[in-house]
């Protein structure tokens, strides 16, 4: 089953876990997120704060990388670009990664963050990343 | 006193509280924030997550715009850019944002993240990102 | 005809008319850009410098948010973060940019450039930018 | 003499040529570039273009990146993240590359890009960008 190590990784994030967040779907370069937006993840108006909207959006391009990556190896954020286009309002984020091109030295990503407030989604960031393979620890 | 509107706007970001942070410098166009590395904000290897390290560079950054723009004006993220130079190890980070141009319509901050680890301070994550003034809701 | 503003505008960009670009397509939220790797703008490689996939990217991109904004309006780059997946070569770069979200204040974009090499289309560079909407000079 | 193999190479630039660049400081972690804005690379506005002040920036920092990588390598830019501050007015534009931290693979750097307007020099631009190492061609 080649998503286990994906999800095995993404277990071992407490982060996500704190979050509520789930792996909702796995592909061949892509990977996606899913979690409420609960009352410990505000910023100072009430919405999610953009850390956990970037916190989503990193992991599932991270993952989205990984899925591509022989057996064996890890992979780190290098660096991330995020426009945040709306206020993270509503019940759920869904982040949605994908990669753009898998390099043999690095790989770059790209995600989406969709609210979903009363059944209606709306992307409120884009996310731009380089993901680095690295060896496991 | 100045500080109180950008503690009163820090002290209601729940994710902040979440990660144990607080503000531990404040001076026109500069806030530093500190949190310890929690166990419920790590990555898969065990250390702070890339969410944690954007969450504290990103409040920083964003206060520190606050602090030069005029009372009863609150301040949004437009988008940000990190670069993640070494992973967040160890007991604290040490986020400090600054000004780089505070414009009338769009603020451009910089910030840097240290992680404090045995004693040692090492710089973990530069960030650079575009503050956009907001009317409170 | 409601491109002719955008094509004057982009005939008074000498930078375009310095790299011989052109404007190959326009339409609501979109614009295509497309110019020769002239020998004039290599980098130490002899291949495209990545200024000009920059400019022909920011350009497409820019415009493209110019298509969305009303009469009179003018637009400048506000920030713009690109990705490098592939060198500049081949005969000519195609830059495809489109408007990712139009907002009042700000408008988020993003551009994909290809090198056509030898008939054969390669993404060789992807951009996410935020555009400000100007008054005329 | 350490600096005769950055100046070589961007004596191989034929874009920094065009736009009448000249290397103005060279040393460990650091790079300065200087061009006068030609009337060539203007923007619709009859400033320089976002592509001039990019390709200067992106020169500046990777050369920067060049000066503590060993001898024999060459470098190139995986991406690059910029904040337009202000329009590029004036006679000249001055680029200033630094090496923010040498990684064995990757290189992250950061440059400032001020305009010279009647004696006066302002900050127009940030960049940060990313760079790797290359085998030479």
Do not use: W
Request: proline share 6%.
């Amino acid at each position: 089953m080649p998503d286990a190590r994906i999800r095995d990784s993404f277990a071992r994030q407490s982060l996500m876990a704190t979050f509520g967040a789930e792996i909702t779907d796995i592909g061949p370069g892509r990977v996606e997120i899913s979690a409420p937006i609960l009352p410990l993840a505000h910023q100072q108006h009430g919405v999610g704060h953009a850390g956990l909207t970037f916190a989503l959006a990193d992991s599932a391009a991270g993952y989205a990388a990984l899925t591509l990556m022989p057996e064996g190896r890890e992979v780190m954020t290098a660096e991330a670009k995020i426009n945040l286009l709306a206020p993270a309002r509503g019940e759920r984020l869904i982040a949605r990664g994908e990669v753009a091109k898998a390099g043999r030295r690095l790989t770059v990503t790209r995600a989406e963050v969709f609210a979903l407030d009363q059944g209606r989604e709306t992307c409120i960031a884009l996310l731009q990343a380089t993901m680095i393979p690295v060896d496991p620890v």
